[in-house]
Nanobody
């Protein structure tokens, strides 16, 4: 089992920035690829970004490329999502997730956090 706890969400004006954190406990964190997903009201959960177990490879949804950065610190068992130039369309609940194999699909992830709300006002 891997337990994941997100933090760092909140209310921010358009153009602002936030950094989300996801702290992991349980099984060896560095064995897992990590991902961030988001879900807006009435919409399906969608891929935001992922990072390989070593941190050497990262992937982004086109909608956030160039504005968001995913990173991880295996010594701290934490993955981060730095978000810049936020837009109202980025408003959603953001979830971190752990995957044994790495994926951009929610079905490829084995463990999920409870989510943190990000609201971007115009």
């Amino acid at each position: 089992q891997v337990q994941l706890v997100e933090s760092g969400g909140g209310l921010v004006q358009a153009g602002g920035s936030l950094r989300l954190s996801c702290a992991a406990s349980g099984r060896t964190f560095s064995n897992y690829a990590m991902g961030w997903f988001r879900q807006a009201p009435g919409k399906e959960r969608s891929f935001v970004a992922s990072i390989s177990w070593s941190g050497a490879s990262t992937f982004y949804a086109d909608s956030v490329k160039g504005r968001f950065t995913i990173s991880r610190d295996n010594a701290k068992n934490t993955v981060y999502l730095q978000m810049y130039s936020l837009k109202p369309a980025d408003t959603a609940v953001y979830y971190c997730a752990a995957s044994r194999t790495g994926s951009n699909s929610p079905s490829g992830y084995d463990y999920w956090g409870q989510g943190t709300q990000v609201t971007v006002s115009s």
